[in-house]
C-alpha cells in the first residue's frame, strides 16, 4: 500500500493509550477503515507497541519474525491527541481509567499484558506472555464459547454480539467478570493480524445487581405472603395507585394493572355510605403528619361486602411535602362477623342476667310495689265510706288526686321492671345519662331497702349526651351498686352507696359508683372484670364482665380501685354522642 502515513513512537503511544481508554467494540471486522485509521508496517508496529507498553506499563513479548515484514493497520482508532501526546502522563490515564487490557496474536496467545490485567487475573507479566489465553484464564465451560468467538473475529468475520460478557479464572481459582471489547489489528494483505481485547472488570457491579435481584425477589415473596395488601399512591384527588401487590385479587376482586392503568378506580369500590367519611379522615390524618386508620364497607365486583382495615401515612417528595401515601389493608370481614356474632352472645347473656338479676329483686320489689297499692286500696275505701255517707263528691278531689299519684309511682315501677327484663332494640339513642341514672336506681333503691343501706345519687351539671342503649346502661348501674351493696352487708359495714355524674374525658361522661365495703383485695384487681371470677359465695361471676362489654361496645372504658378513705369505687366513661363508634 503505496503512500500510507507515517507516525513516530510518541504518536502511536497516544494513539494506543487512546484505543485502551475508549474502547468501541469489535472494529473494522468488514474490512472497511475509517479515514482516520492508522498505517503501521511490522517494524514500525513492533517498536511503537514497546514504546506504548513501557510508557502504560505494559509487558510485551516481541513477535517472532515470520517471513519478511509485512505491514499492519489498526483499524478504528481515532486520530492521535495531542493532550495524551506526553508519556508521563499516559500511566495517570490509564490507572485511572481501570481498563483490562490484553492483546492476543492470531493463534490466541497472550502477546501483552497490562498492569490492570494482571492484579485482575493475579498473574505477573512473564506467566501470562506466550501461553494460551483460553486455557490459561477462560472457565471450561464458556472456552467453547469464547474460541469459537476469537476465531470468527481472527478470520474477519462479524459475531454481531457487540461487547462479550464473561467470567475469567484468576490464578487463585477466583471467577471474576470482566465486559469486553475486541479490537482487531489488520496486515496488509487484509488479514487479521492479532485481537486487542479490553474490558472493565463487572465482578462487583455483578454480585450487587445479584444480590438486589435476591433481596427483590424476598421482598416480592414477602408482599405476596403478607395477609393483605399492601400499596402506594399519589396524593391527589383520586389516590391513583403507583404500586398494589397481588393479593388485591382476593380482596377487591380485580387485578393490579385493573387499578395501575386506570380501568377501575379503587375509590368506586368502597361504599357510597363511607366513601365521604374515609377520604375525609384520611386527607385529615396526612395534612397532620400522621398516619390514618379506617375501617370501611369494600364492593367488590362479584357483588359481595367486605370489611376493611387500611392503615396508611404520607410520603415526603423532595419539598418535604406529602406527596405519596403508602399503605396496608387488610380484609377483616371475618373477624367482624366473629365480634358480631360475639356482640349478640353478649347480648343475650346480658338479658339472661337480668332476669337473673329481677328475680333476686323480686321481693324488694314486691315491697316497693305494696306501698303505693296499699295506698291506693286504702284511700279508694275511705273515698267509697265518704261517698255512702252523702258526702259532697266534689270534697273527694284531694283523695282521688292522691289515688292518681300512688298510681303512676306504681305504674312507674312496673314500667321499670319491664323495660330492665326486656331485650331492647340495640339501637342507640340520644339520652341525658342523669335520667338514665336515676330510673336505675329506682330500681335498685328497693334492693337497697332490703338491705338497710342508704343509697345517694350526686348529680353532675352540664353533662353532654350520649348516644346509648339505654336499658344495658341501666343494667350496669343496677349492677355495680348492688355489687357495693352486697360487699357492705358481707363484712358487716355501715351501708352507703353514692353514684355520682360527672364530666369525663375528651368531653364523654364519667358514673362512678362507691361503697364503704371492705374494698378490693390487691390479688382480685387484676382479675375484677373477667369471666367466671366472684368473691362472693353464691353467683357466677359473670355481673362484672357483662359490666366490661357493655360498655365498651359503647366506646367506653370501666375500670375499679380502691378509695383512700376505705371502700371501693367502680367507674365507666361514656364518649359523647359525636364520637360514639358505629357499624357505619
Known sequence: MRGRPRIDHRTWGAALAALLLAPTGVAAATGALPADAVLLDADSLSTALTLAASVAGLALRAPRARGPARGRRLAAVPGPDPGLADPGRLPQYLAAAGVVIVA????????????????????????????????????????????????????????????LEHEVVTRAGERRTVRWFNTLVWDDAGGVAGIVKSGVDVTDQRRAEQALRERNREWATLVANLPGVVYRCALDDGFSPTFVSERVREIAGCAPDDLLSGRVRYLDLIHPDDLERVAAEARRALQARRPFRVLYRLCPPDGTVRWIWDQGAGIPGPDGEPRWVEGFLTDVTEQRRAEQSARELEIRLAHAERLTTMGEMASGLAHEMGQPLFAIVNTARACLRRLERGDDPAKLADDLREVAGQADRARAIV?????????????????????????????????????????????????????????????????????????????????????????GGEGGVAVTVSDRGPGIAPDTAERLFEPFHTTKGHGMGLGLAICRGLVEAHGGRIEAGNAPEGGAWVRFTLPPAAQRPTDA
Open 104 to 163: 492476543l496474536d492470531a493463534r490466541g496467545r497472550v502477546e501483552f499484558v497490562g498492569g490492570r490485567a494482571c492484579r485482575v487475573l493475579g498473574y505477573g507479566p512473564d506467566e501470562l506472555i506466550g501461553r494460551d489465553w483460553c486455557r490459561t484464564c477462560v472457565p471450561p465451560e464458556r472456552r467453547g464459547m469464547v474460541r469459537n468467538t476469537l476465531r470468527r473475529l481472527l478470520q474477519g468475520r462479524p459475531t454481531g454480539t457487540g461487547p
Open 415 to 503: 314500667r321499670g321492671m319491664r323495660d330492665f327484663a326486656r331485650k331492647g332494640s340495640g339501637v342507640p339513642v340520644l339520652a341525658d345519662v342523669n335520667a338514665l341514672v336515676a330510673d336505675a336506681l329506682r330500681l335498685a333503691r328497693a334492693e337497697a331497702r332490703r338491705h338497710g343501706a342508704r343509697l345517694r345519687f350526686q348529680a353532675g351539671r352540664s353533662l353532654p349526651s350520649v348516644a346509648v342503649n339505654p336499658v344495658q346502661i341501666a343494667q350496669v348501674v343496677v349492677n355495680l351498686v348492688r355489687n357495693g351493696i352486697e360487699a357492705m352487708a358481707e363484712a358487716g359495714a355501715r351501708p352507703e352507696v353514692l353514684v355520682a355524674t360527672a364530666t
